[in-house]
């Protein structure tokens, strides 16, 4: 079975870091580019970071550039997020979501896990 | 880049069909994969359709996508509507590996 399940979320006060752990299984994690999306309360989808297949390439949106940073473990089928300096607007529904395979250059149908809850409140 | 554009919300009967329509604001609608996804009220997104018009089996054939070239846009078509296909739907598309999400459909089945 294809799943993924994020954990690591928690309440935290700005300007602090949390990390992020995205768990897979059912697929060949090792040939999927991967990316992490988020969702604040009451908000629509908002793509925040990719990581290509192998790790050497990364891409993030403006808002979290120069503080979040997108990793993973193929050894594990491990995706992860470290976020520094967090924002109070950082608050949100943190998923991993499955990208593009490399080898065939196809998505194919992502699954999603359940995400995890990420706050920052004083 | 380009963005993707959805209507609001969109409402109707149990029973009837309903089109919700995703437009590409630049380069073509057949250059990328589209996927749509299902939101429900406090629960995680599904993917209903991927690649432009494939479901997977879980997914009732009542569900279907397609791209319009012509209007550079795509559509999730819902037939036989149910209540509980009410719902937020999102198209999400590719802008190289990059994700790029329409802003979010919200049907009400009343």
């Known amino acids: 079975q294809v799943y993924v399940m994020e954990s690591g979320g928690g309440v935290v006060q700005p300007g602090r870091s949390l990390r992020l752990s995205c768990a897979s299984s059912g697929f060949t994690f090792r040939y999927y580019a991967m990316n992490w999306v988020r969702q604040a309360p009451g908000k629509g989808l908002q793509w925040v970071a990719l990581?290509?297949?192998?790790?050497?390439?990364?891409y993030y949106a403006e808002s979290v550039k120069g503080r979040f940073t997108i990793s993973r473990d193929n050894s594990k089928n491990t995706l992860f997020l470290q976020m520094n300096s967090l924002r109070v607007d950082d608050t949100a529904v943190y998923y991993c979501?499955?990208?593009?395979?490399?080898?065939?250059?196809?998505?194919?149908?992502?699954?999603w896990g359940p995400g995890t809850m990420v706050t920052v409140s004083s | 880049n380009f963005m993707l554009t959805q209507s609001h919300s969109v409402s109707e009967s149990p029973g009837k069909t309903v089109t919700i329509s995703c437009t590409r604001s630049?380069?073509?609608?057949?250059?990328?994969?589209v996927q749509w996804y299902q939101q429900r009220p406090g629960s995680a997104p599904t993917t209903v359709i991927y690649?432009?018009?494939?479901?997977l089996s879980e997914i009732p054939d009542r569900f279907s996508g397609s791209i319009d070239s012509s209007s550079n846009s795509a559509s999730l078509t819902i037939s036989g509507l149910k209540t509980e296909d009410e719902a937020d739907y999102y198209c999400q598309s590719y802008d190289g590996d990059i994700l790029v999400f329409g802003g979010g459909t919200k049907l009400t089945v009343l």
């Open positions: 630049s380069g073509s609608i057949a250059s990328n994969y």
């Open positions: 979501v499955r990208g593009i395979m490399v080898t065939i250059s196809r998505p194919g149908s992502n699954p």
């Open positions: 690649e432009n018009n494939k479901r």
């Open positions: 990581i290509s297949y192998d790790g050497s390439n990364e």
